[in-house]
């Protein structure tokens, strides 16, 4: 297969002890291709890491281990077409490749028509894979928590200022703290606006450094730095027509403001290393948790670029500020999460429980929620694995990973922070059964994934055997005979 003009030539990897086998590859291949070699599985690793490769050839009979290296190479990169060679490949060989992630297999004797078809199909068949993959992250990502869901004021106040802003152009900028939503706002006015049928772009502005952010925004031509040993599009290409959502804004640098400033103004990007500039068609959605007003006081962020983004500014509010909402986030949460458990294990699902008892309610609405509904998410899910019952009680909570609630009006909400302890308990006596109910609960599952041996119990938990037996003693566990512990 030979790229179209402007396009990156295909990175192959061949993995074989005998270096001529690469350079036969080489010459099938022909010009289109760029070839590397690795002689083992280590190195094989190695170059993974470090190139993005389209295809990997891999020798079945590797000294190292041919086989073993497809499903490590399939482990790192589950999208990644492997394709087994051998000199004579048997039925039972290729099979076995097969089984562990190999696309094809090939007989090292391939013409060079038959091996640029199978690289032609192998490439194919990743490109699919990426696609699926990315699509179904799509899928997940824009559901979130299913939807924004809410009935507060400020949350009445958001949903209708997001169905106006929907259907327009218009740059947005989302203000707000960590876990309040702001991707799943951005994913929303996607959604239902009139791009919803193109790509969404997600990025976290904060992930690399200026240069590599540079480069995968705008995309870089071959050679433009150490590294780029293919040509790149650019997240802005890839989002044109659709929209790209620019998560941590507030953390880009100087030079990278500059050049994000003319895309704004200009609706035109320049790659990196290129000496031209390319068009592009995309709605801008940028997301920060600092303050950028404050940020552009500092001299740390151009005001230009502020307002460029600030179009049409959507603050979201914080979970403390919407309390009334807690009771059905954790309904909406709950439900979702027994869903889940329906579609792998039915057994699981049955008793996940989907309702919190009175007490447990008040403590959810009695604490302050600094991580907001990311936090209220990770609680409830903890919450639901750990418990016995129907229904999440106040000691199902992960009271030790909870901080006091804050302060508001001080005596009123202690009152509801401690309604959950119940008569004469103190706050460690909740904590410590918090405690055991893990302990528990990790001690029942090592037991049953090895089958009821205390001494197998002990090596998956990493501690002693006399401490596992304690610990059956202490929860009444049984061992794999029915006998209590002894």
């Not at 291949?29 to 993005?52: F, K, M, N, Y």
């Not at 809410?150 to 009445?156: H, K, N, T, W, Y």
């Not at 450094?209 to 780029?228: D, N």
Request: hydrophobic letters at 45%.
């Amino acid at each position: 297969m030979t790229p179209a003009v402007g396009q990156p030539q295909p990175q192959v990897l061949v993995v074989d002890a005998e270096p001529h086998i690469a350079r036969l590859v080489a010459l099938l291949l022909g010009d289109g291709h760029v070839v590397d070699a690795a002689a083992d599985a280590r190195r094989a690793l190695e170059r993974l890491q470090a190139v993005p490769y389209d295809v990997i050839l891999v020798d079945l009979e590797l000294p190292d281990g041919g086989v073993a290296l497809v499903e490590r190479l399939r482990t790192a990169a589950p999208d990644l077409a492997v394709v087994a060679l051998a000199a004579a490949p048997t039925l039972q060989s290729a099979v076995a490749a097969m089984r562990h992630g190999a696309f094809d297999v090939l007989r090292k004797t391939v013409s060079g028509d038959e091996l640029r078809a199978a690289i032609e199909r192998a490439m194919r068949h990743g490109a699919l894979a990426r696609e699926v993959r990315r699509l179904r992250d799509e899928v997940d990502r824009a559901r979130g928590l299913g939807e924004m869901v809410g009935e507060s004021a400020p949350m009445r106040q958001l949903l209708a200022l997001v169905e106006r802003v929907a259907a327009s152009d218009a740059t947005v900028l989302i203000l707000g703290e960590s876990g309040t939503g702001k991707e799943l706002l951005s994913r929303t006015l996607h959604r239902l606006g009139p791009r919803a049928e193109r790509p969404f772009v997600a990025f976290d502005c904060s992930a690399l450094a200026p240069s590599l952010l540079e480069a995968e925004l705008f995309g870089h031509e071959k050679g433009a730095f150490t590294g780029a040993g293919r040509a790149r599009r650019g997240l802005f290409r890839e989002a044109h027509e659709g929209t790209i959502f620019l998560d941590e804004i507030g953390d880009i640098a100087p030079s990278v403001q500059n050049k994000l400033l003319r895309v704004l103004q200009e609706r035109e990007i320049k790659p990196v290393g290129a000496d031209h500039v390319v068009s592009i068609d995309v709605r801008i959605v940028a997301a920060t948790n600092k303050d950028l007003k404050a940020l552009v006081t500092a001299g740390e962020f151009r005001e230009d670029l502020y307002w460029r983004l600030a179009v049409v500014p959507i603050q979201v509010p914080p979970l403390r500020e919407r309390r009334e909402d807690i009771p059905l986030l954790a309904g909406h949460i709950l439900a979702r999460r027994r869903g889940a458990a329906k579609t792998h294990s039915s057994g699981s699902a049955a008793r996940y429980p989907t309702t919190l008892t009175p007490d447990a309610l008040a403590r959810l609405l009695a604490y302050h929620w600094p991580g907001n509904i990311r936090e209220l998410e990770n609680v409830l899910s903890r919450a639901a694995i750990l418990c016995d019952g129907e229904k999440i009680r106040a000691q199902d909570l992960d009271l030790a990973g909870l901080s006091p609630a804050a302060p508001r009006s001080s005596r009123g909400s202690a009152a509801v922070a401690l309604r959950g302890l119940g008569d004469g308990r103190t706050l460690k006596d909740v904590v410590d059964d918090a405690v055991h109910t893990v302990e528990k609960a990790a001690l029942t599952h090592a037991l049953d994934e090895s089958g009821g041996s205390p001494a197998r119990a002990a090596k998956l938990l990493g501690i002693s055997r006399a401490s596992v037996y304690n610990k059956m003693k202490e929860y009444g566990l049984v061992s794999g005979d029915g006998d209590r512990t002894p």
